[in-house]
């Protein structure tokens, strides 16, 4: 699987996954349980993160194979997955954090 379509499948996963937080903050009563959503949620990405690679084989220590063989950075494929999907964890983490913060 390249790149960009682990990064699609794992934002189509992750928002999955806020939405199922989203329906349990409407049981919480106590704002600082609401906020430990935020940790819960920074969990199941790492977990998407590590079964996703799982499921497609690829090892996340692994380092990148590059099309320019010179470039000397040898990052892991986990870094480079973690530099392309940030931006979805965190434009899905606001919305969990405005969902919570929205509800009184």
Not at 12 to 38: A, F, G, P, W
């Amino acid at each position: 699987m390249d790149i960009d379509g682990f990064r699609a499948e794992l934002e189509t996963r992750l928002s999955i996954e806020k939405e199922y937080l989203i329906l349990e903050i409407s049981s919480m009563n106590d704002y600082q349980e609401r906020l430990e959503l935020l940790g819960k949620f920074n969990e199941k990405y790492k977990e998407l993160i590590k079964r996703l690679a799982a499921e497609n084989g690829i090892n996340l220590n692994a380092p990148y194979q590059t099309e320019d063989p010179s470039n000397s950075e040898n990052l892991s494929y986990e870094q480079i997955i973690l530099g392309k999907t940030m931006s979805i964890y965190d434009k899905l983490v606001d919305e969990l954090y405005e969902e919570i913060t929205s509800i009184n």
